[in-house]
């Protein structure tokens, strides 16, 4: 089989620029939540279209902030896709609403408009649609679907006044970079959830955002709000506290702690400036993944994506170069580019046995292979709280034979030749020992 070799699943792409930035926050004496956290905000706002973002904790405290600041919880529904990571559910159940589990559409991994029309009663009061791999929901069927809900719709406070409709939460933790029919991630839906965990894009080793669109809300009530959420609903941060004779502060309500910290934003910040290279790298190897695997019976999901030579290379871009991606983006045929952030692939017509053989082939070849996801009704958490997987065959069929390829930065291109020649062999080689 040739050379042997290592390959991550997904490292993070970290350079002497994030490490110089984290050594200058832990020089300055100030490492809790401070001005590179608002500067930080700054950037991805401007990443998502968006008004404002809100720094938090995670891309989980930010979905849940989300729900909060809407005032949902007890008695209320809120929707999402049984085929994602439990995040999306877990922050629903956390301000005790109700989760509804929607299947996603035949040979898809998006929710099924049609089943999520049925699900939608007089309790609704948010849809929280999953850009998976990086790629952008349907917002505009899913825009559809709620203004015509809107009639039944009964507005609990000022947010949900403003809104007037059922809200669209995105988990946009995988999709931050994308765009769909001219729309950016971040700016399709009422708020998205952008996740910085270590094995993302653009990582902080631990965090997450919350933006949300223009033009609807009171952003600096928003803003305000999710801030006294994100810190014990204290009316004064700490950096505010430091002012000479600005110790007074009042507790508005018992909020929860699930700020961003000056180390994790000076770490954001770097690779922010690096990101639409980064991005343009991740199009660059999807593509490769694509024409590698054409001929071998894989069913890649599909990615869009949209790049040149020049935008490919290993450099920040400049910011009339970023605009000219972003136009190609906005312009592509099928109105969208994914960030390319998962290569999630589908061995078709093989088992779950193949697929779990497959990844342990890999695995002793050297390359990490994943799953992405298990339905939420084979979980036990999910289980217990009366799911049940017969429900949402589209879901399980999407599930059982699905393998995630490794897709990070830190990929050379011989590095995704040597994943796809060992992938055909590994196929070939179980097909021929008797496994379906």
Same mark, same amino acid.
């Given at each position: 089989?040739?050379?042997?070799?290592?390959?991550?699943?997904?490292?993070?792409?970290?350079?002497?620029?994030?490490?110089?930035?984290?050594? &200058?926050?832990?020089?300055?004496?100030?490492?809790?939540?401070?001005?590179?956290?608002?500067?930080?905000?700054?950037?991805?706002?401007?990443?998502?279209?968006?008004?404002?973002?809100?720094?938090?904790?995670?891309?989980?405290?930010?979905?849940?902030?989300?729900?909060?600041?809407?005032?949902?919880?007890?008695?209320?529904?809120?929707?999402?896709?049984?085929?994602?990571?439990?995040?999306?559910?877990?922050?629903?159940?956390?301000?005790?609403?109700?989760?509804?589990?929607?299947?996603?559409?035949?040979?898809?991994?998006?929710?099924?408009?049609?089943?999520?029309?049925?699900?939608?009663?007089?309790?609704?009061?948010?849809?929280?649609?999953?850009?998976?791999?990086?790629?952008?929901?349907?917002?505009?069927?899913?825009?559809?679907?709620?203004?015509?809900?809107?009639?039944?719709?009964?507005?609990?406070?000022?947010?949900? &006044?403003?809104?007037?409709?059922?809200?669209?939460?995105?988990?946009?933790?995988?999709?931050?970079?994308?765009?769909?029919?001219?729309?950016?991630?971040?700016?399709?839906?009422?708020?998205?959830?952008?996740?910085?965990?270590?094995?993302?894009?653009?990582?902080?080793?631990?965090?997450?955002?919350?933006?949300?669109?223009?033009?609807?809300?009171?952003?600096?009530?928003?803003?305000?709000?999710?801030?006294?959420?994100?810190?014990?609903?204290?009316?004064?941060?700490?950096?505010?506290?430091?002012?000479?004779?600005?110790?007074?502060?009042?507790?508005?309500?018992?909020?929860?702690?699930?700020?961003?910290?000056?180390?994790?934003?000076?770490?954001?910040?770097?690779?922010?400036?690096?990101?639409?290279?980064?991005?343009?790298?991740?199009?660059?190897?999807?593509?490769?993944?694509?024409?590698?695997?054409?001929?071998?019976?894989?069913?890649?999901?599909?990615?869009?994506?949209?790049?040149?030579?020049?935008?490919?290379?290993?450099?920040?871009?400049?910011?009339?170069?970023?605009?000219?991606?972003?136009?190609?983006?906005?312009?592509?045929?099928?109105?969208?580019?994914?960030?390319?952030?998962?290569?999630?692939?589908?061995?078709?017509?093989?088992?779950?046995?193949?697929?779990?053989?497959?990844?342990?082939?890999?695995?002793?070849?050297?390359?990490?292979?994943?799953?992405?996801?298990?339905?939420?009704?084979?979980?036990?958490?999910?289980?217990?709280?009366?799911?049940?997987?017969?429900?949402?065959?589209?879901?399980?069929?999407?599930?059982?034979?699905?393998?995630?390829?490794?897709?990070?930065?830190?990929?050379?291109?011989?590095?995704?030749?040597?994943?796809? &020649?060992?992938?055909?062999?590994?196929?070939?080689?179980?097909?021929?020992?008797?496994?379906?």
């Amino acid at each position: 089989m040739g050379d042997q070799r290592v390959i991550p699943f997904s490292p993070p792409d970290i350079t002497e620029a994030e490490i110089d930035g984290v050594v &200058e926050v832990l020089k300055s004496g100030w490492i809790t939540t401070g001005p590179k956290t608002k500067e930080f905000e700054r950037r991805i706002a401007a990443l998502c279209n968006a008004p404002r973002a809100a720094a938090l904790s995670s891309a989980t405290a930010a979905l849940e902030c989300a729900l909060r600041v809407l005032g949902i919880g007890p008695g209320d529904e809120v929707i999402t896709s049984a085929y994602t990571y439990t995040a999306s559910a877990s922050c629903i159940c956390h301000v005790g609403a109700t989760p509804v589990l929607c299947d996603v559409a035949p040979g898809s991994f998006e929710m099924d408009l049609e089943q999520l029309a049925s699900r939608i009663t007089d309790r609704t009061k948010a849809i929280i649609p999953v850009d998976l791999a990086g790629i952008m929901a349907d917002y505009d069927g899913l825009r559809a679907l709620v203004e015509s809900s809107s009639d039944g719709f009964r507005a609990k406070n000022d947010v949900q &006044e403003q809104l007037g409709r059922i809200a669209l939460i995105a988990d946009g933790a995988h999709s931050l970079g994308a765009a769909r029919h001219g729309l950016a991630s971040g700016e399709a839906a009422d708020f998205t959830a952008v996740s910085f965990h270590a094995v993302k894009n653009l990582t902080t080793a631990e965090g997450g955002a919350l933006a949300w669109r223009a033009g609807v809300f009171d952003d600096d009530e928003v803003y305000r709000r999710l801030m006294l959420w994100s810190l014990h609903g204290q009316t004064k941060d700490a950096l505010a506290k430091t002012k000479v004779g600005a110790w007074e502060y009042d507790v508005a309500f018992p909020g929860w702690k699930c700020n961003m910290n000056e180390l994790s934003a000076a770490l954001g910040l770097a690779q922010a400036k690096r990101y639409p290279s980064l991005l343009a790298r991740r199009r660059a190897i999807v593509s490769r993944y694509e024409a590698n695997l054409a001929e071998c019976g894989v069913e890649l999901i599909r990615h869009y994506a949209e790049h040149d030579g020049d935008a490919c290379a290993p450099r920040i871009l400049t910011d009339e170069e970023a605009a000219a991606v972003r136009k190609r983006e906005a312009a592509s045929p099928d109105g969208h580019a994914s960030s390319g952030h998962l290569m999630i692939a589908r061995l078709t017509g093989r088992s779950t046995e193949f697929r779990n053989r497959t990844i342990e082939a890999l695995g002793e070849l050297g390359i990490a292979a994943n799953v992405h996801y298990k339905p939420l009704p084979l979980l036990s958490a999910y289980r217990d709280l009366g799911f049940d997987i017969a429900e949402f065959p589209n879901a399980y069929a999407q599930f059982e034979n699905e393998i995630t390829l490794p897709l990070h930065t830190l990929l050379s291109d011989d590095d995704v030749d040597y994943v796809c &020649e060992r992938l055909a062999e590994t196929l070939g080689a179980l097909e021929r020992s008797g496994v379906r």
